[in-house]
């Protein structure tokens, strides 16, 4: 079956540490995105790539990194300077970055709690 | 500045009632338009999108949303809701020809409960 994952799906962490959130698509996409989701606010876009090696800051960049050595990969570090990483992490490809039907195809996501 | 709101947080409805989620966006032009589902714990479906012509759109699992320009609306329909169709529904706009996931802007989503 064709889809993104991430994973975990739940990830805890002692305050301080680095960690790192994997998605892996199959669906031959070349565009992925990580967003950030926290309660009772829409999704705010972290970065993105469009190709390989390749990516871009969203706009609360501050405090993560990301790497895009693989088409299929895109994982998601988040550091210790990020000031409140506690929250549902989402990844999403789309399959092509310019035209009209875009469409952006989103994982499961990961729940990080920072303790 | 672009914005995308959804006015209602949360919205309870009986089963096989009637449904209308609200959607009004601030654009310059004519934006694209989403709807996504969420449940809980999940990720993002995409129900619907409306990029031009007919300014009614249907979408999967029944929903159908309609576009109003002079309203700068696009709000979400369901005849008949299923126990199943209790989520949060995200609605979103990016501009038109897009090209940078970076424009597209997320309402803040309204939570839908679904009465026995």
């Known amino acids: 079956d064709g889809g993104i994952t991430q994973s975990p799906k ?24 990580w967003y950030r989701q926290d309660p009772g606010q829409g999704l705010r876009l972290i970065y993105y790539s ?31 300077a990020q000031k409140n990483p506690t929250a549902f992490y989402l990844c999403a490809s789309s399959p092509r970055l310019a035209g009209d039907t875009d469409t952006q195809y989103f994982g499961p996501g990961t729940r990080l709690t920072v303790l | 500045a672009q914005s995308v ?32 589902v969420q449940s809980p714990g999940q990720g993002l479906q995409l129900l619907l999108k409306y990029f031009s012509g007919d300014t009614l759109v249907q979408g999967i699992k029944g929903f159908e949303a309609e576009f109003k320009r002079s309203q700068s609306s696009f709000n979400l329909r369901k005849p008949s809701v299923h126990w199943s169709d209790a989520a949060e529904y995200f609605c979103a706009v990016a501009p038109p020809g897009y090209s940078s996931a970076s424009k597209i802007i997320f309402g803040s989503g309204t939570r839908l409960s679904i009465r026995p």
């Open chain 1, 10 to 33: 739940y990830l805890f962490r002692k305050e301080g540490q680095n960690v790192t959130l994997s998605c892996e698509q199959n669906l031959n996409h070349d565009a992925m995105y």
């Open chain 2, 5 to 36: 709101t959804q006015p209602d947080i949360h919205i309870t409805v009986s089963e096989g009632a009637s449904l209308e989620l609200r959607c009004n966006y601030s654009y310059g032009a004519t934006p694209y338009l989403f709807w996504y």
């Open chain 1, 50 to 80: 469009q190709i390989v090696n390749d990516f871009q800051k969203g706009d609360i960049a501050e405090g993560y990194s990301v790497s895009r050595e693989k088409k299929e990969s895109f994982p998601l570090t988040v550091t210790s």
